[in-house]
């Protein structure tokens, strides 16, 4: 009695606090039927909600609580739907109020969207009760309630509220004699009673409050009541009315849709069309004619392709990146094992051929395992956005959607943010925050369990017991929405009959339902992903294009400059191979062709790295290699005997025990999920193909075992080949054009210091000429300057884009700078801000004004005030009657490198820290380039010092965070060597250190000696 027809979950973002998983569970422990989801103006756990409910034989009551707005006010309302139809009425009313600028709609907006659905008001928020508070006309109030709403029903809220329970001790009667349905209702924001407060701090970390300001008892009695509980606060006759108002709701949201027909510029039928365009691709791709095992296979995959009906979905994934690459959009050669499709190869939609790199189709379709296809597609980062707007102006903006995703209160995050409503101070969250770790799997229990630290900082006080209790509770739970990364659905039908809809960002609608419910309401996802490394190929390419025909897909793959570099680790900036533990690997490699960077992709993974020794010595040593049975041999010569591929798992499968491909695929996929039940089905099948095919039972034992053993480390050769194609481009312009190169690569990275310095210390090494940022030549990114590559003025501090463009318009407008009073009086007139101007004259921006930078820094004040005082009265020269008088002073080098690479993060004009190293003659690497883990010698500039002592023994250490020209380090000098060093430790001394690198950016130091500048400092540890 008393069905719960008001529980709201976690998805009303920050509004409410249960999983949909622990609102049925209780609705079950407490013996009800059914129970409704209402959330606040979304539809985010239904389809979740739905599928719960019917695992646990509850019947799911779907309704939406919103927002009304009339004359006479706003008003909250609830839509409880009786049927399908209602449901379809309640996606359409959520996303007109989540893609719409206001979140309240108007009576019409009801009255289109009310079929099938029971409208509800709230006893204690409604015209009527309002009239009941204030003492009006009750009758007047009850008439035009009826105007506005038409055919309702009243919710009587009492929540245990005196105010409520007497106003509703009026309503009742009176809404009773005026035949209005009436039932008990009890808003539900929390499961259980305890959970009130955790509840308060949600609303306050949503309204941006502490506790103290935002806490409430009005929602105290707002969690999950049992059917006593219910009984106490309502009348008999409610309670049954709301069993009533349940039973007559029955809906089965299960709505079904399919992909839009391609529509083209063609007569014949969908399949038609896909068999001639890959016929004809075909043709074009191979110019000396067709061989029969293309032929053969083309079909093949057609036959599949065509029985799955999924020739609609191979001709729009065709047709977007037709229009990609006619729009000078350049298109990435391909994505996971839909390289292995050759009518994707036909199509234009890979450019990997799938039978010369031996790739097999049912890794890709599998028609003994219906799966959809997924067809993972790579463009540029700044045009991605450009295509998806093709697809959704083709299919229409209600066919096309971002598929939903949800930010939650991850353990530091909430952490933080239930800190910040108790009050608790920043640093003390910092300290707490600092003890969990940052993996992405980091949980607050988690680490009380395993970081000692941690729990003891927990228990030390009251204050950090309460915090990790409440931040428990609202760990995990969603805290706002996001899209996923790449995924777009596409819709035959108008997407809201089938999904609501929701407005995240402005050019696409995005759909309520996360990824995982989508696909089985027909809605396949299409990956359109933002690759920064295809941004640097195009940007490159389209520099060589400007002094000669160059088309990236053409380029030789056997080029010996690009494979010389490769072996000589020369792969900074080469997408899969640069970072330090991939060039250990290809400094072991050495590959010495295109398949052989393909399989270094492939072993550098956390399972395959344990076959790296075996499949290096078997590489060397060719004729060791020993096979448990010859038919291996055409399977696993090209990797040397060592499993690395999912394809030779299959390949071995079909070989020796007769399996399918699809069947094979089967195998595989088990092996890698580990489905124990399915595995020993599968081995009985393999071991008996075996026999069949005459093998001994001892040798098919044995290679399944081998396959099982692989299976988890083994790689989508698919994948290896075009991840090794996109690594060889790459390779291949930094070999060929290395000016194009570094300059794109650079614009990948502004904004980020680190890699910047990065990139450009590479230059230097190679020979290429860094040009400092130039008022007259810099634009907003790096561009190709006579033989160098000119700096943009926003890698500078304090300055940025927007400063920048300031700068640029003025330039257009009235020409290049000419002299230094005139260009500060421009700037200014612009409205660039004296920071900007200063920091512009440390960078060198300035420099070619005649003057040195001390001397315009130190002028600069005189001029500002000029240029104030003559604001409307731009000249290109200034007047030299008024202008203020230039003292000129000595640069300082040292103190002017400081000033610069406190503006652009690296010393760029003049290092002092390289000329120290050259006097000294200490040729140690960069403190960045220190290998982690290891015992390492350094050298670098003390810029801080912070002694501590021992929690112990109470003895004096220090921590020595020094710098060179590459970054920075934290020395820890523990007692035994601080008190023979610590005379020394001095900031702005340079000091040569030996040492093991335990963690990223500190080193435990073995041995310091400090260096004036030419000689060693007598006060050092010999040690």
Known sequence: MGTPLYVRSAYSLLSGLGSVKDIVNRAKDFGHESVALVDKNVLYGAMEFYKEARKASIRPLFGLDCDI??????????????????????????????????????????NACRNGNYVILFSDDMPLSRAVDKGLDEEEYLERQKDLFGE?????????????????EILRPMLKRNGIFTFALSRTFFIEKEDFEAFEVL??????????EGMSRYDEGRYFLSPKEMEALYERDDLLNSDLLASYCRVEPEFRTSLPKYSGKTTLSSSDYLVALCREGLKRRLKKGVPAEYSERLKKELDVILSMHFEDYFLIVYDFILYAKKNGI???????????????????????????????????LNPERVSMPDIDTDFPDDKRDEVIAYVRDKYGKDHAAHILTFGTLKAKQALRDVGRVLGYSVIDLDRLCKLIPSAPDASLEGSYASIPAFRQRVESEEKYRRLFALAKKLEGKPRHESTHAAGIVLSSKPLTEVIPLTAIESDIYSTQYTMEHLEEMGLIKMDFLAIRNLSIIAEIVSDINTEEPFDIRKIPLDDPKTFELISDVNTLGIFQLESNGMKSLVKKMRPKNFAEIGMTIALFRPGPMENIPAFLENRAHPDKIRYLHEDLRPILSETYGIIVYQEQIMSIARKMAGFSYGKADILRRAMSKKKAKELENLKDEFIEGCLNKGYERSLAEEIYELILKFANYGFNKS????YGMVAYQMAYLKANYPKYFYKALLNGVIGSESKTYEYISECRKTGQEIKKISLNRSSLVYEIDGNGIRMPIPVCKDVGSIIARKILEERAERGSFKDYVSAVQRLVYAGVDKKAIENLIYAG???????????????????????????????????????PMIEEYRDDKKVLAEREKAVLGFYLSYDPIAEVRKELGISTPGLRELPLDSYVKGFGVIRRIKIIKTKTKKEPMAFADISDESGEMSLVIMPNIYRSVSSGLLEGRYVFFEGKTEREGSCLVRNIQFYEEGKADENTDRR
Request: charged residues 25%; neutral net charge; proline residues 2%.
């Open 69 to 110: 707005e009339t004359a006479e006010g706003i008003y909250s309302i609830m839509l409880l739907s009786k049927d399908e139809e209602g449901f379809r009425n309640l996606m359409k009313l959520s996303t007109i109020i989540s893609t719409g600028e206001k979140k309240t709609i108007d009576v019409a907006t009801l």
């Open 152 to 168: 309702y029903c009243v919710a009587l809220t009492d929540h245990n509220i005196a105010l409520n329970r007497r106003r509703d």
């Open 203 to 212: 609303k306050c970390i949503r309204d941006k409050k502490t506790l103290k």
């Open 330 to 364: 350049l298109v990435g050669p391909g994505r996971g094992s839909a390289a292995g499709s050759l009518v994707s190869y036909c199509l234009g939609i890979t450019d990997i051929d799938p039978i010369e790199y031996g790739l097999i189709f049912e890794r890709f």
């Open 719 to 722: 994948h290896s080949v075009v």
């Open 845 to 883: 921006g300035f420099d070619e004004l005649s003057y040195g930078r001390y001397t315009m820094i130190k002028a600069l004040p005189n001029v500002l005030k000029y240029a104030s005082a003559h604001k409307g009265e731009i000249s290109l020269i200034a007047d030299l009657d008024d202008a």
